[in-house]
Structure formats: C-alpha cells, structure tokens
C-alpha cells in the first residue's frame, strides 16, 4: 500500500554544519522518494545522514570525537561480553508500525551475520537493542528523547540505550509493547547500569566519564 505523508522539503542548499532541515512548503513523500532523497543529500554533502521519523523529515548531526569513542567503547564491550554479537554503526532500519520511518541508529546491536545480504535499510527484526548517543544539536530533545523511544518501540526492538551527554544519564528503555516502552530506568554516567533480556548484562559505565 502506498502511504504518503505531509513533509517539509529540503532546503536548497544543504550545509554540512546543519543538522536540520527547513521546512519551505508541504509535499507529499512516499518512503521509496525519502530513500532516494537520502542518497542523494548523501552524494551533495558528506556526513549528512537523513531520517524519516514520525513522519518528520530530519537530520542528525555530524559526529564529534567524544561521540566516536563512546561507540568505539561500546564495540568492545560487546566483543568481550557477547561476541557472537556485534554493534554496528550508520546500519538504517526500517522502524515504526508498517515499517514505513527510517532510521540510522548510533549503535545496532545484533547477531554479527544479522545484516549480510541486506541493503541500506535493514529489517530490524533480528536487532536486540539501539544505541543513540546525544549530539549537541538543537533537535536531540524532540529526536532521540522523544520519537526515537515511540519509533523503536512500536518497531518492537527490545532495548533502547539513550546515552545522554547534555544531562550526564544513562536511559535503558526496554520492555516494548502498545507502541511505548512499558518500564524505563536512569542512572548517571559512571554507573552500573542493567541491561535486561534479552541481553542480561550489567553495564558499568564509569570509562564513560571520560567522554562526557
């Protein structure tokens, strides 16, 4: 079925410093026009990475290097707790109900075979948990605190870790169900932190501070 949704379209010029996308004039967009409009701002600009998120249009920004370690951080981590896993980064998801937003998580968090054959946007029915670390634009609070946990959850995607540098928290969501994460759990950045099933794991996140 083709589902079409009111969008802002982007401006002319795509500056590699913006993070956002202003809207100009409504149009109407089917996911298949967002996906070849993603590779294209990605031909005009380098580090531009597009999603389509609650029907919103949107950009994240390019990533600094805190940002980077913390992921490279994560990667090992995972290597030696869980190593028939692997946390892959810049993998797009097909997320939402229907599978009709698209997302580029920070971190993927799957079987290492998970994504073999599979092209840009990946089906996320294999990944385990999403990793977003907050950048310091203007978008995070409606981006990663709020669409992003309803995104992942309606996609039923167990566990969303929401690394958040502004306030110094960790945020595991888990539990999805009705389209929301049924329980949420904060700690501060240098704590052991729980990552429930399917994972099982305790976190200690105290190299973090480092980073923050």
């Known amino acids: 079925m083709d589902q079409r949704v009111g969008i802002g379209i982007m401006p002319r010029r795509i500056d590699r410093q913006c993070w956002a996308l202003t809207a100009m004039h409504e149009e109407i967009m089917t996911t298949e026009e967002f996906e070849e409009l993603a590779r294209l701002a990605g031909r005009v600009s380098e580090g531009i990475r597009l999603e389509y998120i609650g029907e919103r249009l949107g950009a994240k920004g390019i990533r600094d290097g805190d940002h980077g370690r913390i992921l490279q951080w994560l990667i090992r981590v995972f290597i030696m707790l869980r190593p028939e896993l692997f946390l892959s980064t810049e993998q797009g998801l097909r997320v939402e109900e229907y599978r009709k937003g698209r997302a ?70 888990s539990h999805p169900a009705d389209n929301r994460y049924q329980r949420r759990v904060t700690v501060s950045i240098g704590d052991t932190v729980e990552l429930p099933h399917p994972l099982d794991l305790a976190l200690d996140t105290e190299p973090l501070k480092a980073w923050i």
Do not use: N
């Open 104 to 173: 580029r998580p920070d971190g993927v968090l799957a079987d290492a075979d998970a994504f073999v054959g599979q092209g840009e946007w990946a089906d996320p029915e294999p990944v385990l948990m999403v990793v977003e670390v907050t950048s310091s634009d203007r978008d995070t609070e409606l981006r990663d605190r709020r669409e992003k946990p309803i995104a992942y959850a309606a996609t039923g995607i167990p566990i969303y870790l929401l690394i958040d540098r502004e306030f110094g928290e960790i945020t595991v969501h």
